[in-house]
Nanobody
């Protein structure tokens, strides 16, 4: 399993932008598909976006399509989530996660991921 650390969260006004980073440790972490999930207070964890290790597949949840973009820089062992036109409903703790097996495709299912970061808070005010 890989170790993951998220960063880049913060507080912004509606319409603003943030870029989250998820940096993995270990020589093989770039071989894992990585996903972003979020959890708002009182709600279940929700899938946001995922990207395969080769950037072959990407999935964005309907609620963020056209506003959020996932990308990765394997040389830096980092996956990014660019978030534009943020809305108050985007307020949540954002988690990144790596799939259980190397060389797997991206997946929207949280149960397909075995390594999770500690989360970073995103707060969007109206």
């Amino acid at each position: 399993q890989v170790q993951l650390v998220e960063s880049g969260g913060g507080s912004v006004q509606a319409g603003g932008s943030l870029t989250l980073s998820c940096t993995g440790s270990g020589p093989t972490c770039s071989n894992y598909a990585t996903g972003w999930f979020r959890q708002a207070p009182g709600k279940e964890r929700e899938y946001v976006a995922a990207i395969s290790w080769r950037v072959v597949s990407q999935y964005n949840a309907d609620s963020v399509k056209g506003r959020f973009t996932i990308s990765r820089d394997n040389a830096k062992n980092t996956v990014y989530l660019q978030m534009n036109n943020l809305k108050p409903d985007d307020t949540a703790v954002y988690y990144c996660a790596a799939r259980n097996q190397q060389y797997s495709a991206a997946s929207p299912k949280s149960t397909d991921y075995g390594s999770w970061g500690q989360g970073t808070q995103v707060t969007v005010s109206s």
